[in-house]
């Protein structure tokens, strides 16, 4: 879309309002909107003034809502969410919640704060939903609190993994030390062969079927927890991800272009 096609389009809302045509004001819009379609910024148009309440011309943020579709929460549905999420708790009694939902204007709101009444959630939301800054930051934390907790679970993957690599070597020992197997289990704690290396004398004393328990309990772990990883992954907000079509393009395209 191109300056004078947003200029035209917006003149359906100047007129609606009873305004004058301003270029400087254009200028503003199409810096937010200078990536979108012209079609879906003319749907969008059509749809908030359809559909809104509110007496006055409206901000960027409050039409670039219009094109975001169902992939970002509104107020009351985020709020649904919130309650959801304290098991159906009075969310005004629940305390700090660290409230960690899938919605970064949520996690902004509640970030910090003891109690929360839906009014002023309501409120809140659709603030920030409609400041560009705040929103950026509300992401920007968002992600990076995602990131903060895949860093954890790759540690935890890892440390599975090690736990796997010493089963599989204690299998190998095993197989490979059969006989001095049975004189150590004969001479108990007074006979440790020298082939046990950095084994310890209770993961030495293990049966041979025991180590294999392990060893597939350790493979369905490390499954489990790449499962984990791939679907916080697929949270980090992307430049493509909903809730960032509300942001300018300029800070956009600093959002990563996809995840793993």
């Given at each position: 879309?191109?300056?004078?096609?947003?200029?035209?389009?917006?003149?359906?809302m100047?007129?609606?309002?009873?305004?004058?045509?301003?270029?400087?004001q254009?200028?503003?819009?199409f810096?937010?909107?200078e990536?979108?379609?012209?079609?879906?910024?003319?749907n969008?148009?059509?749809?908030?003034l359809?559909t809104?309440?509110?007496?006055?011309?409206?901000?960027?943020?409050?039409?670039?809502?219009?094109m975001?579709?169902?992939?970002?929460?509104?107020?009351?549905e985020?709020?649904?969410?919130?309650?959801?999420?304290t098991?159906?708790?009075?969310?005004d009694?629940?305390g700090d919640?660290?409230i960690?939902v899938?919605?970064?204007?949520?996690?902004?709101?509640?970030?910090?704060?003891?109690?929360?009444?839906?009014?002023?959630?309501?409120e809140?939301?659709?603030?920030?939903?409609?400041?560009?800054?705040?929103?950026?930051k509300?992401?920007?934390?968002y992600?990076?609190?995602i990131k903060?907790?895949?860093?954890?679970?790759?540690?935890?993957?890892?440390?599975?993994?090690?736990?796997?690599?010493?089963?599989?070597?204690a299998?190998?020992?095993?197989?490979?030390?059969?006989?001095e197997?049975?004189k150590?289990?004969?001479?108990?704690?007074?006979f440790?062969?020298?082939?046990?290396?950095?084994?310890?004398?209770?993961?030495?004393f293990?049966?041979?079927?025991?180590?294999?328990?392990?060893?597939?309990?350790?493979?369905?772990?490390?499954?489990?927890?790449?499962?984990?990883?791939?679907?916080?992954?697929?949270l980090i907000?992307?430049?493509?991800?909903?809730?960032?079509?509300?942001?300018?393009?300029?800070?956009?395209?600093?959002?990563?272009e996809?995840?793993k």
């Amino acid at each position: 879309m191109n300056k004078q096609d947003l200029f035209d389009s917006m003149k359906v809302m100047w007129d609606f309002y009873g305004k004058e045509p301003n270029k400087a004001q254009a200028q503003i819009w199409f810096t937010v909107f200078e990536d979108c379609d012209l079609a879906e910024f003319q749907n969008a148009i059509g749809k908030y003034l359809s559909t809104t309440k509110n007496g006055w011309f409206p901000m960027p943020a409050e039409v670039k809502q219009q094109m975001v579709g169902d992939g970002v929460p509104g107020a009351g549905e985020a709020w649904l969410e919130a309650v959801m999420y304290t098991d159906g708790k009075n969310v005004d009694r629940a305390g700090d919640l660290s409230i960690n939902v899938n919605n970064p204007i949520t996690n902004m709101i509640f970030s910090g704060r003891e109690s929360m009444k839906r009014k002023a959630f309501i409120e809140d939301y659709e603030a920030v939903a409609r400041n560009s800054g705040l929103l950026e930051k509300s992401v920007t934390s968002y992600n990076e609190k995602i990131k903060k907790t895949l860093s954890t679970k790759d540690n935890y993957l890892q440390s599975a993994i090690d736990t796997l690599d010493n089963s599989k070597k204690a299998l190998a020992d095993y197989d490979t030390n059969e006989a001095e197997t049975e004189k150590g289990k004969e001479e108990g704690d007074h006979f440790l062969p020298p082939f046990i290396g950095k084994l310890s004398a209770q993961k030495f004393f293990r049966s041979k079927d025991s180590i294999a328990e392990d060893i597939a309990k350790d493979e369905a772990i490390i499954k489990a927890r790449r499962e984990e990883i791939a679907l916080l992954e697929a949270l980090i907000i992307t430049a493509k991800s909903p809730f960032s079509k509300l942001l300018p393009s300029e800070i956009r395209k600093q959002l990563p272009e996809q995840t793993k």
